[in-house]
Protein backbone atom coordinates (compact mmCIF):
# COMPACT_ATOMS: atom_id res chain seq x y z
CA UNK A 1 0.00 0.00 0.00
CA UNK A 2 1.42 3.77 -0.94
CA UNK A 3 0.57 6.91 1.24
CA UNK A 4 1.70 10.13 1.28
CA UNK A 5 2.36 10.29 4.80
CA UNK A 6 3.47 7.10 7.11
CA UNK A 7 3.07 7.82 10.70
CA UNK A 8 5.01 5.21 13.17
CA UNK A 9 3.70 5.39 16.83
CA UNK A 10 -0.36 5.92 17.79
CA UNK A 11 0.67 7.75 21.06
CA UNK A 12 -0.39 11.35 21.55
CA UNK A 13 2.04 13.02 18.82
CA UNK A 14 1.18 10.62 16.43
CA UNK A 15 -2.66 10.82 16.14
CA UNK A 16 -2.31 14.48 16.41
CA UNK A 17 -0.24 15.01 13.71
CA UNK A 18 -3.01 12.30 11.99
CA UNK A 19 -5.64 14.36 12.74
CA UNK A 20 -3.96 17.45 11.20
CA UNK A 21 -2.79 16.01 7.69
CA UNK A 22 -5.65 13.56 7.02
CA UNK A 23 -8.04 15.93 5.60
CA UNK A 24 -6.00 16.74 2.70
CA UNK A 25 -3.07 14.04 2.53
CA UNK A 26 -3.21 10.24 2.44
CA UNK A 27 -2.13 8.88 5.59
CA UNK A 28 -1.78 5.94 7.65
CA UNK A 29 -1.23 5.16 11.22
CA UNK A 30 1.09 2.62 11.98
CA UNK A 31 1.04 1.28 15.70
CA UNK A 32 2.48 -1.95 17.02
CA UNK A 33 0.17 -2.36 20.21
CA UNK A 34 -3.48 -0.50 20.56
CA UNK A 35 -3.88 3.51 20.57
CA UNK A 36 -2.46 5.57 23.52
CA UNK A 37 -0.79 2.06 25.06
CA UNK A 38 2.26 3.70 26.05
CA UNK A 39 3.29 6.83 27.66
CA UNK A 40 0.18 8.66 26.57
CA UNK A 41 -2.54 6.17 28.16
CA UNK A 42 -0.57 6.54 31.58
CA UNK A 43 -0.02 10.34 31.54
CA UNK A 44 -1.88 12.38 34.24
CA UNK A 45 -3.76 14.68 31.60
CA UNK A 46 -2.49 17.60 33.05
CA UNK A 47 -3.38 20.83 31.10
CA UNK A 48 -1.17 23.28 32.86
CA UNK A 49 1.11 24.28 29.29
CA UNK A 50 1.09 27.79 30.71
CA UNK A 51 3.56 26.57 33.44
CA UNK A 52 5.35 24.16 31.80
CA UNK A 53 6.07 25.65 28.86
CA UNK A 54 6.53 29.77 29.99
CA UNK A 55 9.14 30.45 26.72
CA UNK A 56 6.73 29.29 24.64
CA UNK A 57 3.45 31.36 25.29
CA UNK A 58 2.37 31.35 21.51
CA UNK A 59 2.39 27.68 21.65
CA UNK A 60 0.83 27.64 25.13
CA UNK A 61 -2.08 29.96 23.54
CA UNK A 62 -2.59 27.57 21.00
CA UNK A 63 -2.94 24.67 23.26
CA UNK A 64 -5.23 26.03 25.71
CA UNK A 65 -7.92 27.44 22.86
CA UNK A 66 -7.73 24.14 21.23
CA UNK A 67 -8.67 22.29 24.10
CA UNK A 68 -11.56 25.23 24.69
CA UNK A 69 -13.05 24.70 21.07
CA UNK A 70 -12.86 20.44 21.03
CA UNK A 71 -14.42 20.63 24.12
CA UNK A 72 -18.00 18.64 24.10
CA UNK A 73 -16.49 16.83 20.54
CA UNK A 74 -17.75 12.83 20.94
CA UNK A 75 -16.66 11.85 24.33
CA UNK A 76 -14.48 14.73 24.92
CA UNK A 77 -14.49 16.89 27.60
CA UNK A 78 -11.58 19.45 29.36
CA UNK A 79 -12.52 19.91 32.27
CA UNK A 80 -10.63 23.75 32.95
CA UNK A 81 -9.50 23.74 36.86
CA UNK A 82 -6.97 26.87 37.71
CA UNK A 83 -3.53 25.71 38.76
CA UNK A 84 -1.97 26.37 42.26
CA UNK A 85 1.28 26.49 42.57
CA UNK A 86 2.87 26.22 45.98
CA UNK A 87 5.55 28.08 46.60
CA UNK A 88 8.17 27.89 49.40
CA UNK A 89 10.55 30.94 47.59
CA UNK A 90 11.50 33.22 50.23
CA UNK A 91 10.63 36.32 48.01
CA UNK A 92 6.60 37.19 47.95
CA UNK A 93 7.71 39.99 45.65
CA UNK A 94 9.31 37.83 42.98
CA UNK A 95 5.43 35.68 42.95
CA UNK A 96 3.90 39.11 42.03
CA UNK A 97 6.53 39.92 39.68
CA UNK A 98 6.24 36.40 37.62
CA UNK A 99 2.09 36.65 37.98
CA UNK A 100 2.72 40.08 36.17
CA UNK A 101 4.91 38.69 33.48
CA UNK A 102 2.37 35.77 32.70
CA UNK A 103 -0.14 38.97 32.59
CA UNK A 104 1.92 40.81 29.74
CA UNK A 105 2.08 37.95 27.75
CA UNK A 106 -1.66 37.67 27.22
CA UNK A 107 -2.91 34.70 30.41
CA UNK A 108 -4.76 34.98 33.55
CA UNK A 109 -2.21 34.49 36.60
CA UNK A 110 -2.44 35.90 40.02
CA UNK A 111 0.07 35.66 42.92
CA UNK A 112 -1.22 34.97 46.37
CA UNK A 113 0.11 34.89 50.04
CA UNK A 114 -1.35 32.34 52.95
CA UNK A 115 -4.17 35.16 53.65
CA UNK A 116 -5.41 35.28 49.98
CA UNK A 117 -5.27 32.17 49.24
CA UNK A 118 -7.84 30.68 51.97
CA UNK A 119 -10.23 33.56 50.68
CA UNK A 120 -9.79 32.12 46.94
CA UNK A 121 -9.59 28.63 48.05
CA UNK A 122 -11.80 28.03 51.77
CA UNK A 123 -10.46 25.15 53.74
CA UNK A 124 -8.40 23.46 50.85
CA UNK A 125 -4.52 24.24 51.52
CA UNK A 126 -2.67 24.09 54.42
CA UNK A 127 0.60 26.67 53.06
CA UNK A 128 2.12 26.70 56.82
CA UNK A 129 5.42 26.28 55.20
CA UNK A 130 5.06 28.49 52.29
CA UNK A 131 5.37 31.95 51.12
CA UNK A 132 2.60 31.48 48.69
CA UNK A 133 1.51 30.86 45.41
CA UNK A 134 1.06 31.46 41.74
CA UNK A 135 -2.70 30.95 40.42
CA UNK A 136 -2.87 30.38 36.54
CA UNK A 137 -6.53 30.47 35.11
CA UNK A 138 -5.70 29.45 31.99
CA UNK A 139 -5.41 25.35 33.11
CA UNK A 140 -7.42 22.53 33.41
CA UNK A 141 -6.99 18.58 32.85
CA UNK A 142 -8.50 16.04 30.32
CA UNK A 143 -8.46 12.16 30.44
CA UNK A 144 -5.77 11.22 28.10
CA UNK A 145 -6.90 7.62 26.95
CA UNK A 146 -10.20 9.61 25.77
CA UNK A 147 -8.34 12.64 23.92
CA UNK A 148 -5.78 10.42 22.33
CA UNK A 149 -8.77 7.97 20.74
CA UNK A 150 -11.14 10.83 19.54
CA UNK A 151 -8.15 12.45 17.74
CA UNK A 152 -7.53 9.13 15.88
CA UNK A 153 -10.89 8.91 15.16
CA UNK A 154 -11.01 12.16 13.84
CA UNK A 155 -8.24 11.14 11.59
CA UNK A 156 -10.26 7.79 10.48
CA UNK A 157 -12.95 9.92 9.63
CA UNK A 158 -11.06 12.68 7.67
CA UNK A 159 -9.66 9.74 5.69
CA UNK A 160 -6.48 7.94 7.50
CA UNK A 161 -6.01 4.71 7.77
CA UNK A 162 -5.26 3.80 11.58
CA UNK A 163 -3.70 0.73 11.73
CA UNK A 164 -2.64 -1.07 15.00
CA UNK A 165 -0.93 -4.25 16.22
CA UNK A 166 1.66 -3.65 13.36
CA UNK A 167 5.21 -2.94 14.18
CA UNK A 168 7.53 -0.61 12.02
CA UNK A 169 11.11 -2.44 12.12
CA UNK A 170 12.98 -0.35 9.82
CA UNK A 171 12.80 2.63 7.88
CA UNK A 172 13.18 2.27 3.50
CA UNK A 173 15.34 4.29 1.99
CA UNK A 174 16.80 4.76 -1.48
CA UNK A 175 19.00 7.51 -3.17
CA UNK A 176 18.74 9.99 -0.31
CA UNK A 177 15.35 9.69 0.59
CA UNK A 178 12.99 7.43 2.47
CA UNK A 179 10.44 4.81 0.67
CA UNK A 180 8.66 3.97 3.45
CA UNK A 181 8.79 0.96 5.96
CA UNK A 182 9.21 -2.29 6.35
CA UNK A 183 6.61 -4.01 8.82
CA UNK A 184 5.60 -7.02 10.55
CA UNK A 185 3.08 -7.34 7.92
CA UNK A 186 5.42 -6.19 5.03
CA UNK A 187 7.07 -3.31 3.19
CA UNK A 188 4.75 -0.10 3.00
CA UNK A 189 5.99 2.65 0.61
CA UNK A 190 5.36 6.36 1.42
CA UNK A 191 6.69 9.64 0.19
CA UNK A 192 7.22 10.88 4.08
CA UNK A 193 7.63 8.93 6.95
CA UNK A 194 7.21 10.65 10.70
CA UNK A 195 8.43 8.78 13.23
CA UNK A 196 6.54 10.00 16.59
CA UNK A 197 7.64 6.73 18.49
CA UNK A 198 8.75 8.20 22.00
CA UNK A 199 12.23 7.32 22.94
CA UNK A 200 12.82 4.43 20.41
CA UNK A 201 12.66 7.28 17.71
CA UNK A 202 16.16 7.81 17.62
CA UNK A 203 16.63 4.16 16.68
CA UNK A 204 13.64 3.79 14.58
CA UNK A 205 14.88 6.89 12.07
CA UNK A 206 18.29 6.04 12.61
CA UNK A 207 19.25 9.86 13.97
CA UNK A 208 21.42 10.66 16.74
CA UNK A 209 18.91 12.74 19.18
CA UNK A 210 19.78 13.53 23.29
CA UNK A 211 16.79 11.20 24.30
CA UNK A 212 16.64 9.43 27.45
CA UNK A 213 13.36 7.31 28.72
CA UNK A 214 12.20 8.28 32.23
CA UNK A 215 9.10 6.83 34.07
CA UNK A 216 6.65 9.26 35.73
CA UNK A 217 4.72 7.70 38.70
CA UNK A 218 0.89 8.47 39.80
CA UNK A 219 -1.34 6.96 42.34
CA UNK A 220 -5.46 7.86 42.82
CA UNK A 221 -6.78 8.21 46.38
CA UNK A 222 -9.76 7.42 47.99
CA UNK A 223 -10.03 10.55 49.90
CA UNK A 224 -13.64 10.55 51.81
CA UNK A 225 -14.01 14.12 51.27
CA UNK A 226 -15.92 16.25 48.07
CA UNK A 227 -12.44 17.04 45.80
CA UNK A 228 -14.84 17.17 42.96
CA UNK A 229 -13.86 21.38 42.84
CA UNK A 230 -10.50 21.09 43.86
CA UNK A 231 -7.87 22.95 41.87
CA UNK A 232 -5.05 21.43 40.52
CA UNK A 233 -1.80 22.06 42.30
CA UNK A 234 1.75 21.62 42.21
CA UNK A 235 4.01 21.59 45.54
CA UNK A 236 7.46 23.22 45.27
CA UNK A 237 8.95 21.27 48.35
CA UNK A 238 7.35 17.59 47.70
CA UNK A 239 7.34 18.62 43.38
CA UNK A 240 3.98 16.33 44.09
CA UNK A 241 0.97 17.67 41.77
CA UNK A 242 -2.73 16.48 42.15
CA UNK A 243 -6.13 17.26 40.63
CA UNK A 244 -9.58 15.89 41.02
CA UNK A 245 -10.53 12.91 39.12
CA UNK A 246 -14.64 12.53 37.66
CA UNK A 247 -15.23 9.35 39.99
CA UNK A 248 -14.18 12.10 43.09
CA UNK A 249 -10.88 10.41 43.84
CA UNK A 250 -7.86 11.98 43.81
CA UNK A 251 -5.15 11.86 41.10
CA UNK A 252 -1.66 12.37 42.47
CA UNK A 253 1.89 12.45 40.70
CA UNK A 254 5.48 13.00 40.15
CA UNK A 255 8.64 10.90 41.51
CA UNK A 256 10.01 10.91 37.82
CA UNK A 257 13.41 9.23 37.15
CA UNK A 258 15.29 7.88 34.64
CA UNK A 259 14.96 4.17 33.07
CA UNK A 260 18.08 2.57 32.81
CA UNK A 261 17.29 -0.39 31.40
CA UNK A 262 15.35 1.19 28.43
CA UNK A 263 12.63 -1.12 27.10
CA UNK A 264 12.09 -2.87 30.65
CA UNK A 265 8.35 -2.77 32.08
CA UNK A 266 7.68 -1.79 35.13
CA UNK A 267 4.38 -1.29 36.83
CA UNK A 268 4.43 -0.45 40.51
CA UNK A 269 5.86 2.50 42.14
CA UNK A 270 8.69 3.08 43.91
CA UNK A 271 8.79 3.28 47.92
CA UNK A 272 10.34 6.51 47.34
CA UNK A 273 7.13 7.56 45.91
CA UNK A 274 5.08 6.17 48.22
CA UNK A 275 6.69 7.55 51.08
CA UNK A 276 6.69 11.64 49.39
CA UNK A 277 2.57 10.78 49.11
CA UNK A 278 2.30 9.73 52.27
CA UNK A 279 4.13 12.42 53.81
CA UNK A 280 2.81 15.06 51.65
CA UNK A 281 -0.90 15.03 50.98
CA UNK A 282 -1.87 15.45 54.67
CA UNK A 283 0.57 18.22 55.34
CA UNK A 284 -0.54 19.90 52.33
CA UNK A 285 -4.53 19.14 51.99
CA UNK A 286 -5.83 19.00 55.93
CA UNK A 287 -9.39 17.79 54.97
CA UNK A 288 -7.07 15.00 52.82
CA UNK A 289 -5.41 13.42 56.32
CA UNK A 290 -7.03 9.39 55.97
CA UNK A 291 -7.14 9.36 52.26
CA UNK A 292 -5.57 6.13 51.12
CA UNK A 293 -4.04 4.77 47.94
CA UNK A 294 -6.72 2.55 45.76
CA UNK A 295 -4.54 2.33 42.47
CA UNK A 296 -0.89 3.30 41.88
CA UNK A 297 1.04 2.58 38.81
CA UNK A 298 4.09 3.96 36.28
CA UNK A 299 4.39 4.75 32.82
CA UNK A 300 5.63 1.06 32.05
CA UNK A 301 8.49 1.59 29.63
CA UNK A 302 9.18 5.39 29.77
CA UNK A 303 8.08 8.61 28.05
CA UNK A 304 11.03 10.38 26.51
CA UNK A 305 13.09 13.43 28.10
CA UNK A 306 15.52 16.19 26.69
CA UNK A 307 18.01 18.34 27.84
CA UNK A 308 15.86 21.15 27.53
CA UNK A 309 12.38 19.63 28.58
CA UNK A 310 11.05 20.91 25.04
CA UNK A 311 10.20 18.30 21.99
CA UNK A 312 12.21 17.47 19.19
CA UNK A 313 10.06 18.29 16.38
CA UNK A 314 12.10 18.47 13.25
CA UNK A 315 12.83 17.43 9.45
CA UNK A 316 16.90 16.53 10.80
CA UNK A 317 19.33 17.32 8.72
CA UNK A 318 21.41 13.63 9.02
CA UNK A 319 18.15 12.14 8.19
CA UNK A 320 17.02 11.27 4.73
CA UNK A 321 14.95 13.60 2.57
CA UNK A 322 11.39 12.88 3.55
CA UNK A 323 11.54 11.94 7.16
CA UNK A 324 10.34 14.11 10.51
CA UNK A 325 10.54 12.66 13.57
CA UNK A 326 8.73 13.39 16.88
CA UNK A 327 9.98 13.04 20.37
CA UNK A 328 10.84 14.35 23.23
CA UNK A 329 7.40 15.46 24.62
CA UNK A 330 9.22 15.28 28.38
CA UNK A 331 5.52 14.77 29.94
CA UNK A 332 4.01 17.16 28.60
CA UNK A 333 2.63 15.64 25.68
CA UNK A 334 -1.01 16.12 26.53
CA UNK A 335 -1.04 19.42 27.29
CA UNK A 336 1.14 21.03 24.47
CA UNK A 337 -0.46 17.81 21.95
CA UNK A 338 -2.38 20.59 19.87
CA UNK A 339 0.89 22.70 19.14
CA UNK A 340 2.49 19.36 18.71
CA UNK A 341 0.20 18.11 15.81
CA UNK A 342 0.38 21.49 14.59
CA UNK A 343 3.97 21.45 14.25
CA UNK A 344 4.39 18.08 13.08
CA UNK A 345 2.08 19.54 9.95
CA UNK A 346 4.35 22.33 9.27
CA UNK A 347 7.43 19.91 9.20
CA UNK A 348 5.59 17.78 6.52
CA UNK A 349 3.98 21.14 4.50
CA UNK A 350 6.50 23.67 4.68
CA UNK A 351 3.59 25.63 6.43
CA UNK A 352 3.97 28.94 8.72
CA UNK A 353 2.25 28.25 12.20
CA UNK A 354 1.54 31.09 15.00
CA UNK A 355 4.16 29.83 17.21
CA UNK A 356 7.75 29.27 16.48
CA UNK A 357 9.45 26.41 15.27
CA UNK A 358 12.71 27.23 15.87
CA UNK A 359 12.81 25.85 19.51
CA UNK A 360 11.67 22.49 18.44
CA UNK A 361 14.86 22.03 16.07
CA UNK A 362 17.05 19.15 16.50
CA UNK A 363 20.36 21.02 15.69
CA UNK A 364 19.89 23.66 18.91
CA UNK A 365 21.43 20.57 20.61
CA UNK A 366 25.19 20.06 20.01
CA UNK A 367 26.13 17.71 17.03
CA UNK A 368 27.31 14.66 19.82
CA UNK A 369 25.12 14.81 22.83
CA UNK A 370 25.15 13.33 25.85
CA UNK A 371 23.05 11.07 27.05
CA UNK A 372 23.74 12.01 30.69
CA UNK A 373 21.83 15.09 30.97
CA UNK A 374 19.78 15.51 34.56
CA UNK A 375 16.18 15.52 33.95
CA UNK A 376 14.47 18.96 34.36
CA UNK A 377 11.25 21.01 33.73
CA UNK A 378 10.42 24.42 34.79
CA UNK A 379 7.41 23.43 36.68
CA UNK A 380 4.90 20.68 37.71
CA UNK A 381 7.24 17.49 36.32
CA UNK A 382 10.45 19.23 37.73
CA UNK A 383 11.64 16.24 40.38
CA UNK A 384 13.96 15.08 42.59
CA UNK A 385 15.89 11.89 42.20
Known amino acids: MDY ?12 SAARELAPDHDVAVLESDQIASGATGYA ?18 YSIDFFREYDGTGEFAFHERPFVQLRTDPDAGGLREEAAGFRERGFDVTAHDAETLEDRFPDVFDVADHTGAVVIDDAGWVDPYTYATSLAADAADAGADV ?24 EVAAETVVVAAGWRTPDLAGVEMPVRPFRYQ ?11 DYPIAWDQESRLYWRPERNGSLHV ?8 DPGS ?9 QRLLAGTVPARLPELADARVV ?17 VIDAPAEGPAGLVVATGLHGFGIMAGPAIGRAIRARVTAEETRFPLAPFRLDRFDPDPSWAFPYISPSAAETGP
Do not use: M
Open 253 to 260: GGSAYYVT
Open 218 to 228: TANLDTGADVA
Open 163 to 186: RTGVEVTDLRVADGRVRGVETSEG
Open 265 to 273: IRSATTEGF
Open 4 to 15: EVLIVGGGLAGV
Open 295 to 311: GDGTCPTGDAATPDHLP
Open 44 to 61: SGLVTVVADWPGQPKAAR
